[in-house]
């Protein structure tokens, strides 16, 4: 220890560090001294809700009902705004509606106020809080004898604390881009995109990263307009005639609608307490069965308010509850259900009434992401395989805005999808571009080329390696995320097609699965399992094995409710 006082230093100034923040100022212990190191010059917005992640076009799928407890609501701050700030984004301040989205840049804004308000309570109490801004850390070393860490700048300054905590946010790698002319690794920052083309624009994925690409193509390539009807339109510029956007979906759809939500916040209360994993572990060989969590956070919570419904689907296991939903989706053309659910959504809205099997489902993803890190490696590849699909597709809540221009541009011709399966794949061309391999629905090989691309599959799962502080796996300070096959027969039929399958020194099958091992505090653990209470990870980029579902502003919310406690009792 330094001294009494504990010496905290967040990596990172985004959403995560100002929920982080505000958990140590809440707690009521004066005793610490507070450093973040923010690689920018603004704290609160991160990359989504900042010119790094978002132009004027861009919105959020939250509304501020939905938006855990900051220092001040949406609806209070947006009182304070300059009256240009809200005409350029077409907001009346007497007429805001707490459950409509908002421009992401704004959001933006009102983290970055969030934040000021979170020091300025800190600074009330007595908390000393330093921000270092435009810092970039570039190695963080752990020092088990000293019980201390060290963060190494870039500037070559060091610093030492009682504990880290990793608060970097989303991570966009750079491979191509940059190499290869027409070739984007992702969307961001979105200002990138802002050109005329004249040809077909491959984009990989349809997730809300694609919509995003796509609200800033369509934008710099055409424009919308309202029909007599109030329908959005869109029409092509004469200069970008040549103008497509080609969508490369692995399960050929769509991402669901946002639609009322029963419980804006998503069902917090139904994560299986601590108690029940222990006695659940102990019954299981120290696993933590995926049957009981879909049991327990989506099945039964039809019992007393969709009775109807849980009759129907008590008795099916996951499986077939997933591939019923998937086959429904899949028999539909994904902009005809796209207008159907367009529908279904509205009517939810004005009925104020949810649409309760994907609420639920949205509430299992966030129960399960907790325990995961007791999944048997077996159960852990059924949620890959099986219903991470699934939720990705209906609980990405596409506000209506987004859905009503995709449909624009689906009737003007511009915007079309291809489903191109698990074994497609990207070829770079040095010249230029990319050729998509794919099979088609009629079994057919596939070699498409397409002078401009953008990959759009959403934050990626970042791998042991990529975590950018060689000190901490040099030292195996941290190690892979790895999970215990229950069934050492079904492990090394595994292990004959499945690189991520190995043998562990103690001779089980383990599934490695991406970034760091951390226990339930998100607290660093090493190969010996050992955890360590200087360094906390809850950059989701790299914790994404044991923590598989990436859940935004609830998540920062719940993990730096963990972490604090931690620290505090540390």
């Known amino acids: 220890m330094l001294n009494s006082t504990k010496h905290i230093?967040?990596?990172?100034?985004?959403?995560?560090?100002?929920?982080?923040?505000?958990?140590?100022?809440?707690?009521?212990?004066?005793?610490?001294?507070?450093?973040i190191f923010e690689k920018k010059n603004q704290l609160g917005a991160g990359m989504p809700y900042s010119h790094l992640g978002a132009n004027d076009e861009h919105v959020t799928n939250v509304s501020d009902n939905e938006i855990p407890e900051l220092v001040t609501t949406i609806s209070e701050w947006i009182k304070t705004v300059p009256e240009d700030t809200l005409n350029k984004f077409n907001i009346r301040r007497d007429h805001f509606n707490e459950y409509k989205v908002l421009p992401r840049l704004l959001f933006g804004q009102y983290l970055a106020a969030q934040f000021k308000l979170v020091l300025a309570a800190a600074k009330e109490k007595g908390i000393a809080v330093q921000v270092n801004y435009n810092t970039t850390v570039v190695d963080i070393i752990d020092q088990p004898k000293q019980e201390t860490t060290l963060v190494i700048t870039e500037a070559g300054d060091n610093y030492e604390f009682d504990h880290i905590v990793l608060c970097t946010g989303h991570r966009w790698p750079k491979v191509h881009e940059g190499k290869i002319p027409g070739y984007f690794d992702s969307p961001y920052p979105p200002s990138k995109l802002g050109f005329k083309v004249n040809t077909p624009v491959a984009v990989r994925g349809a997730s809300l990263?694609?919509?995003?690409?796509?609200?800033?193509?369509?934008?710099?390539?055409?424009?919308?307009?309202?029909?007599?009807e109030g329908v959005l339109t869109y029409k092509v510029d004469e200069a970008s005639k040549g103008f497509r956007l080609v969508l490369h979906s692995r399960n050929g759809m769509l991402p669901a609608v946002r639609f009322h939500l029963e419980d804006s916040h998503l069902g917090k209360d139904t994560v299986l307490s601590n108690e029940e994993i222990a006695e659940a572990r102990e019954k299981n060989e120290g696993f933590l069965p995926?049957?009981?969590?879909?049991?327990?956070?989506?099945?039964?919570?039809?019992?007393?308010?969709?009775?109807?419904?849980?009759?129907?689907?008590?008795?099916?296991?996951?499986?077939?509850?997933?591939?019923?939903?998937?086959?429904?989706?899949?028999?539909?053309?994904?902009?005809?259900?796209?207008?159907?659910?367009?529908?279904?959504?509205?009517?939810?809205?004005?009925?104020?009434?949810?649409?309760?099997?994907?609420?639920?489902?949205?509430?299992?993803?966030?129960?399960?992401?907790?325990p995961a890190k007791y999944f048997s490696a077996e159960d852990m590849l059924r949620v890959q395989k099986t219903l991470m699909p699934l939720i990705s597709i209906v609980i990405a809540f596409v506000p209506q805005s987004s859905?009503?221009?995709?449909?624009?541009?689906?009737?003007?011709?511009?915007?079309?999808?291809?489903?191109v399966g698990d074994d497609s794949e990207v070829e770079p061309v040095d010249t230029g571009g990319i050729v998509y391999h794919y099979t088609d629905e009629d079994g057919k090989k596939v070699a498409e080329s397409y002078p401009l691309f953008v990959d759009s599959i959403g934050q990626p799962h970042l791998s042991y390696n990529d975590l950018p502080y060689p000190g901490l796996r040099e030292n195996l300070t941290v190690t892979p995320a790895k999970l215990l096959f229950r069934d050492a027969q079904l492990g090394a039929a595994e292990m004959e097609h499945n690189k991520k399958v190995e043998k562990d020194r103690n001779g089980d099958y383990v599934l490695t699965v991406p970034g760091v091992a951390i226990n339930d505090a998100f607290q660093a653990v090493d190969a010996y399992g050992a955890l360590n209470d200087r360094i906390y990870i809850m950059a989701v980029p790299y914790i994404g094995g044991f923590n598989p579902d990436y859940s935004g502003l609830d998540f920062s919310e719940a993990a730096s409710e963990r972490i604090a406690k931690a620290i505090l009792h540390a």
């Open 290 to 370: 995926l049957d009981l969590v879909f049991d327990r956070n989506f099945k039964e919570s039809f019992k007393a308010k969709r009775p109807a419904f849980y009759k129907r689907i008590k008795d099916v296991q996951m499986e077939e509850f997933v591939n019923f939903m998937m086959a429904m989706r899949e028999q539909a053309d994904p902009f005809e259900l796209l207008q159907a659910e367009y529908k279904e959504a509205e009517k939810s809205i004005e009925a104020e009434e949810s649409v309760y099997w994907k609420e639920m489902l949205a509430v299992l993803s966030f129960a399960m992401n907790y």
């Open 9 to 35: 230093g967040i990596i990172g100034g985004g959403p995560s560090a100002l929920f982080m923040v505000k958990r140590l100022v809440d707690a009521g212990n004066t005793d610490l001294q507070i450093t």
């Open 403 to 419: 859905v009503e221009e995709l449909l624009a541009l689906w009737k003007a011709g511009v915007l079309t999808l291809v489903s």
């Open 209 to 228: 990263t694609a919509i995003d690409a796509i609200r800033t193509l369509s934008r710099h390539n055409g424009s919308y307009q309202k029909d007599t």
